[in-house]
């Protein structure tokens, strides 16, 4: 132990905890996600004790926070949830499906008021309907629960009146508080008598009753106090009888509450007053004050530091360490930080790309450790490109968490039962995607649930399972991430969307592909309602999420199978900020198509290309006729050679469709960053955005689902 | 310089009681639950350790008997901070071999006032 005392101990009073509310809020913010999550994952039937645990532990930790920092209405709250959950984890209840209703409208409060705190503003909640009702189901197992007078706590020694008392007490229905009083030792027992006769000679007081069967333990000698006194009255008033520090206060341990401050029972023969506590000692406890120091522990404690220091394998061992620090190692930055270091990446990518042009032409022999300089920066370029870009990435946990609640809720209301499956939670997405993407996916689900997944007894005569089952499924594909929302429900019936393509006077042949067919949901105020459902009122817009998905640099696919279900994928690039693209040459101008988009190229006859139709041409591949998109006319590209094209088709695919676009050269695959040409210059149809290339001039980066739509036309 | 182990899973207390006993001069190492706290606490030589009760992994008091198992944590004070005060719950840290106990919440003060009490 430390041979100087802690001088500075005493300059800590002004500490300012409003500096630890930020970190309260977002942890508060966590706990409740995860809370809400578990609560949602709970099989109420045969609800595990680990799961209980958990849940109450979420709790328990907000309540902990709020109290320190002073938020009494967050407290309160989940105080009345810990209790509640507290009884479920001892199963003193069980939990049925009202108490989780309960619990997670109470988190949904926990979250107003905690937005409140954090100046969003709002009303003030009201709790008490959510605090009636958690104290009802509380009550509800009261019988079951009735806590036992608290045993005394057994001491080592009889003359160690080990401590102690906290204020902040229970309180009687009448309003009174419920304190035990605790006396001793007394050196006369009569003492205690004399005090119960006092208490209860005055009018008005409260009540008093010994909880210890009127024997002392540990010469201690407990009552149970209900009054209306303050703690201060109530000691001037025993203090007729007996001495202050033969007194101590503490409430009624029957019932758990927050504590607020407590007594220290000071040793026996020098008793020690402590005016303000809320901690105690155990007596003969290893460090304890006032335990006699104990040389040979100390001793042997130093001899056993060096012996463990010398075997520091123990602690490696354990996997789960490294997340733990982790956790601790981790630090917060704004977003405009990042933001500002992807930008400068990217000139970073643009300025690598321009030396590696440069000196591609430069003889390798003579200028040998200028060109391995060149690679080294190359390669150093990209794995900055990727740390750089992975500060961004968020795992689609964030998104998912969002949705059992969701589904839950939804399902309820409508009377079906659904079952959300995810996968792949842990896949990474930038950060502005994941928020972009939210609402398309939240829109999905949604639909799934409301029009793919059947009522119970309908999947039950369809000889499916009752419960419904959705998927949500994301992966990494290449330089995508692909999110899937998959239904077990109705599907899409390929009939009736054809005829009532045909009703809005919409071109549906009957030799449309099933991906164009269930392309036709997409088309702007297609309502599907008595397409596809017999539900009426629905309003879903789906143009709405494709157009969204659209603007993301995303795509959409669907598949479906009538009667067995329904799959939308939504492919997105992993970022938006720096893609693959292939760049093409035609004539003296320079595109990018998006890596991602592009199927393959070849090389055409002459007679390859046929006209069709006056205006629309096609080439021929492999037995199959595929539109043809020369982007020399559709760009108006001058052209000053004159000499024909050399006829190199690129294939694209977009939107479950695919064109040819005819160009001069294939320029090579490169990393772009992506500049918006909106917010530069203006839109341009066809043109999704810009790059600058290695030589400094400009290339736009072509818009491949508009040139998909283009040739549809 | 004292050394003090201070083990919460919750990020803002630790942080409150870390800046707290900084401030206060003391040195402090964090742990983030019982089990995290018994590895930090076998790589250093501690004065005090307060730790949480309610924690994932190890809580308090599974904390205090592993380290009280352990010759180099014998003598050692070891507060347990909790929001709850029942007599269980503190014959449940004698038991384990805990120094004491202090009730959450507490400010910043009490803590310091309690921990000059037994660092000495």
Known sequence: ?713 | MHSILAVDDSASMRQMVSFTLKSAGYKVTEAVDGKDAFDKASMGAFDLVLTDQNMPNLDGIGLTKKLREHPQFKATPILILTTESSDQMKQAGRAAGATGWMVKPFDPAKLLEVIKKVIR
């Not at chain 1, 709970?42 to 595990?48: E, P, Y």
């Not at chain 1, 400068?344 to 042009?357: C, P, S």
């Not at chain 1, 391995?372 to 870009?389: F, I, K, Y």
């Not at chain 1, 490169?670 to 600058?692: F, M, P, W």
């Open chain 1, 1 to 713: 132990m430390g041979e100087m005392s802690t001088e500075g101990a005493n300059a800590s009073a002004g500490i300012d905890l409003s500096q630890f509310y930020q970190v309260f809020f977002e942890e508060a913010g966590e706990n409740l996600d995860r809370m809400e999550q578990q609560l949602l994952a709970i099989d109420v039937a045969a609800a595990d004790d680990e799961e209980l645990n958990a849940i109450f532990r979420c709790a328990h930790s907000i309540k902990g926070g709020a109290a320190t920092f002073g938020f009494a209405d967050v407290a309160e709250l989940t105080h009345q949830m810990e209790t509640l959950l507290d009884k479920l984890r001892r199963h003193e209840l069980e939990p049925t499906p009202a108490m989780v209703d309960v619990l997670l409208a109470s988190g949904d409060a926990l979250r107003s008021q905690l937005g409140r705190h954090q100046g969003a503003g709002g009303e003030v909640i009201d709790t008490t309907d959510l605090l009636v009702n958690i104290r009802a189901f509380v009550a509800g197992g009261s019988a079951v629960a009735a806590a036992a007078p608290s045993p005394a706590p057994a001491a080592s020694t009889a003359a160690a009146p080990a401590m102690a008392v906290e204020a902040d007490v229970p309180v009687a229905l009448n309003g009174d508080r419920i304190l035990e009083l605790v006396l001793g030792p007394l050196d006369r027992p009569e003492l205690a008598v004399s005090i119960v006769e006092l208490f209860k000679e005055i009018e008005g007081l409260g009540s008093i009753e010994a909880i210890d069967g009127g024997m002392p333990q540990d010469g201690l000698r407990r009552f149970k106090l209900t009054t209306s006194s303050s703690d201060a009255d109530l000691l001037d008033l025993f203090g007729f009888h007996v001495a202050r520090e033969q007194v101590a206060l503490r409430p009624f341990a029957g019932e758990r509450v927050a504590p607020g401050y407590g007594f220290h029972a000071g040793a026996p023969g020098s008793p020690i007053t402590e005016e303000d506590k809320g901690y105690g000692f155990f007596d003969e406890a290893p460090g304890a004050p006032g335990s006699p120091p104990d040389a040979s522990a100390v001793a042997t404690a130093n001899a056993a530091a060096a012996a463990l220091t010398a075997k520091p394998a123990a602690a490696k061992a354990d996997a789960k360490a490294p997340a733990a620090t982790l956790e601790a190692a981790s630090i917060r930055v704004s977003v405009e930080k990042v933001d500002q270091l992807i930008n400068l990446m990217g000139e970073l990518v643009i300025t690598q790309a321009m030396l590696a042009q440069n000196s591609a032409s430069l003889d390798p022999v003579l200028y040998q450790s200028l060109v391995s300089g060149l690679t080294a920066l190359d390669r150093n370029t990209r794995d900055l490109q990727e740390a750089v870009m992975s500060i961004r990435m968020i795992p689609m946990q964030t998104v998912f968490s969002r949705f059992p609640r969701m589904l839950r809720d939804l399902a309820s209301k409508l009377g079906k039962k659904v079952e959300l499956v995810t996968v792949g939670e842990a896949t990474e997405l930038d950060k502005s995607l994941v928020e972009k993407i939210t609402d398309p996916l939240t829109h999905l689900v949604r639909n799934s649930c409301d029009h793919g997944i059947e009522l119970p007894a309908e999947r039950l005569a369809k000889g499916k399972s009752e419960v419904g089952t959705i998927t949500l499924a994301a992966s990494h594909q290449g330089g995508s991430i692909v999110i899937e929302v998959k239904d077990d429900g109705k599907g899409l019936s390929r009939e009736k969307l054809i005829k009532k393509a045909r009703e809005r006077g919409l071109s549906a042949p009957d030799t449309m592909s099933d991906a164009e067919v269930w392309g036709l949901i997409f088309e702007p105020g297609f309502s599907t309602a008595e397409v596809v459902t017999d539900v009426s009122g629905r309003g879903v817009g789906m143009d709405v999420v494709k157009k969204n998905i659209t603007a993301l640099g995303g795509t959409v696919e669907i598949d479906s199978a009538e009667g067995y279900g329904m799959r939308v994928a939504v492919r997105l690039p992993l970022t938006l900020a720096i893609m693959d693209g292939m760049s093409v040459g035609v004539g003296e101008e320079v595109y990018i198509l998006p890596l991602s988009s592009v199927v393959e190229s070849f090389q055409i006859g002459e007679d390859s290309v046929k006209t069709i139709g006056g205006n629309g041409r096609v080439v021929e591949v492999r037995d199959e006729y595929m539109p043809v998109l020369e982007l020399e006319r559709l760009f108006s590209v001058p052209r000053f050679d004159l000499g024909r094209s050399s006829g190199i088709m690129v294939v694209i695919e977009a939107e479950g469709g695919r064109v040819a676009l005819m160009v001069d050269e294939l320029l090579g695959q490169q990393q772009v960053v992506v500049k918006n040409l909106e917010a530069n210059y203006r839109k341009v149809q066809d043109i999704s955005g810009a790059t600058i290339m290695g030589d400094g001039r400009v290339a736009l980066i072509l818009d491949v689902g508009s040139l998909v739509r283009r040739s549809r036309h």
